[in-house]
């Protein structure tokens, strides 16, 4: 197994162990923090980008097709980006989702953007590099 799948099969399984811990904590019957109340929409990113999104992407970086014997997986420096921006996306929504739902004066908006920012180039980067992988049958090149 390549260690950038690892990388994305370790992280997604964090993510997963955070995303029910969190759901766990928003479903208690007691009065929370504002910060933690304010965390559902984080907690739906942690689980469907943080443990779904980075599975799969770990696991067709894995498994797709080769594209040569030379290079089989593609540009991996293409795909350590895409895990990088992927997972700095991911903590800043983390983060700036409650804050810029908690302090709405505080300007904090830009948090959100540039983690969408982040997230989307992270799967454009990852279609990138998974595209050429997508073909017919494999001719020995």
């Known amino acids: 197994m390549p260690p950038l799948t690892r990388w994305y099969i370790k992280s997604a399984l964090v993510y997963l162990t955070a995303a029910l811990l969190l759901a766990v904590i928003l479903a208690l019957p007691i009065n929370l923090p504002l910060f933690i109340r304010y965390m559902n929409p984080a907690y739906f990113h942690l689980f469907?980008?943080?443990w779904v999104t980075q599975m799969i992407f770990g696991v067709i970086y894995w498994m797709f097709p080769i594209i040569t014997?030379?290079?089989?997986?593609g540009n991996e420096q293409l795909g350590w980006?895409?895990?990088?921006l992927l997972n700095v996306g991911l903590l800043l929504r983390a983060i700036g989702e409650p804050l810029v739902s908690t302090r709405p004066e505080a300007g904090l908006g830009w948090l959100l953007a540039v983690s969408a920012l982040l997230q989307w180039l992270a799967a454009v980067l990852f279609v990138?590099?998974?595209w050429p992988r997508v073909k017919e049958k494999y001719r020995g090149e």
Not at 69 to 73: E, G
């Open 81 to 84: 980006a895409s895990y990088a």
């Open 69 to 73: 014997r030379a290079q089989p997986r």
């Open 48 to 50: 469907l980008v943080g």
């Open 128 to 130: 990138v590099l998974a």
